[in-house]
């Protein structure tokens, strides 16, 4: 059982950055694909970002295109996103997410395609 350890929400102004972090517990930490997820208050979760296995391709859902940035550093078993220019409506829940094992070159869109999940960490963007 693969254990995700979230950090680095807080509450900033729009127009702010903040960097996600998601520590896991794996040996071979680049066998699993890794994505970002968020649900924001009364809504249903909703992908953000992913990236394959060895950090070579990614994907992004159209709202966070050229402001968010996923990353990993399969050293330190952790996957990162970068998030500029954030906006009010980017207030969520963000919740780190791990593949079963798969192709290192395998990016995965859809939630079923997770099989292990963080507890989430807040992110809050004021106007």
């Given amino acids: 059982q693969m254990r995700l350890v979230e950090s680095g929400g807080g509450l900033v ?4 950055s903040l960097r996600l972090s998601c520590a896991a517990s ?3 930490f680049g066998v ?11 809504k249903e979760r909703e992908f953000v970002a992913a990236v394959n296995g060895i950090g070579a391709s990614t ?3 159209d709202s966070v295109k050229g ?8 050293d330190k078993n952790t996957v990162y996103l970068q998030m500029n220019t954030l906006k009010p409506e980017d207030t969520a829940v963000y919740y780190c997410a791990a593949s ?14 997770y099989r ?8 809050t963007v004021s106007a």
Avoid: C, L
Wanted: no cysteine.
């Fill in 13 to 16: 102004q729009a127009g702010d």
């Fill in 26 to 28: 794996a040996r071979t």
């Fill in 32 to 42: 699993y694909a890794m994505g970002w997820f968020r649900q924001a208050p009364g």
């Fill in 59 to 61: 994907a992004y859902t």
């Fill in 67 to 74: 402001r968010f940035t996923i990353s990993r550093d399969n």
């Fill in 100 to 113: 079963a094992p798969t192709t290192p070159w395998r990016v995965a869109r859809a939630s079923e395609n």
């Fill in 116 to 123: 292990y999940w963080g507890q989430g960490t807040q992110v």
